[in-house]
């Protein structure tokens, strides 16, 4: 594949990445780069911020792109016309232009999110400070994520009491004390198991509130009954059960991003 810049230009090894279709999501870029998958030149980088430049050439699995410059139009336009009529497909040549005026929209969706969880996270922060509620937390897929988003904010302890990362059954059975009979019946995955873990929790740490996740992150793991995305969430308030199910596309790190998000919401709204 040849990616085409401008004469003295650079981009971004990440932004390359992205730019020229090899991966939608600049999480998962981050991290194969961050893994050693990717090379420059034909030696291993680990920095997405390197820049890359006419000459250069980056390896990514099956992916090799050859930075080369760009063309005037009228041979921009020729390559075109004989790329359609060979059936190449045009991912072969990415004419990227001027990508210094280029604003990737998958970053800015990304960066919405992390402002979105931060502002509701916020939101939360202050009203169970402001109305003296404590509040503990179960966590499947999520993995101890939304506790550490909580206790990001100075003055958590004041009511976070603590959570428990139940990532197997084994654990939701032993320390939530969920019934395995759920299990067997219900799924890890369920309405049921998702009250029964933000039961247990309550009954640990003896708070106002307490709130449970459970699903499927993926990218593996879906059936097609319950696919990656699915997710279960459980809050109990004082003694008023709410339970949500919720269907949410992305990767991996976005469906639980996304997740958090949406159980911060659950909470505020109704405490």
Same mark, same amino acid.
């Given at each position: 594949m040849n990616f085409y810049i401008n004469k003295g230009d650079e981009i971004e090894l990440f932004k390359l990445l992205k730019a020229a279709g090899v991966c939608d999501y600049y999480s998962d870029i981050r991290h194969f780069i961050k893994d050693g998958l990717v090379k420059v030149n034909g030696e291993i980088n680990k920095l997405k911020?390197? $820049?890359v430049k006419?000459?250069? $050439? @980056?390896e990514y699995k099956e992916h090799k792109i050859d930075i080369v410059e760009s063309r005037p139009k009228g041979e921009q336009r020729e390559e075109r016309e004989q790329i359609s009529k060979e059936y190449k497909p045009?991912?072969?040549?990415v004419q990227h232009g001027r990508f210094k005026s280029w604003r990737p929209k998958p970053i800015e969706l990304e960066n919405d999110l992390e402002n979105e969880i931060h502002t509701i996270s916020q939101k939360l922060? %202050?009203?169970?400070?402001?109305?003296k509620l404590s509040?503990?937390?179960?966590e499947s897929c999520t993995g101890g994520m939304i506790q550490e988003m909580i206790t990001s904010n100075s003055g958590a302890s004041e009511y976070f009491m603590g959570g428990v990362v139940s990532y197997s059954n084994q654990a939701k059975i032993n320390v939530?004390? @969920?019934k395995s009979e759920t299990i067997s019946k219900f799924g890890a995955v369920s309405k049921e198991t998702a009250i029964e873990m933000a039961k247990g929790a309550k009954a640990i740490f003896g708070t106002d509130i307490s709130a449970s996740i459970t699903g499927i992150a993926g990218p593996?793991?879906?059936t097609p009954e319950k696919p990656v995305g699915t997710i279960y969430l459980s809050v109990f308030i004082k003694d008023k059960v709410l339970s949500r199910k919720l269907s949410i596309s992305g990767n991996r790190e976005n469906i639980r991003k996304k997740s958090a998000l949406i159980l911060f919401k659950l909470?505020? %709204?109704n405490i």
């Open positions: 911020h390197t $820049m006419i000459g250069d $050439m @980056v045009r991912s072969q040549n922060h %202050e009203k169970l400070l402001y109305k509040l503990s937390l179960a939530l004390k @969920v593996s793991g879906g909470l505020l %709204e």
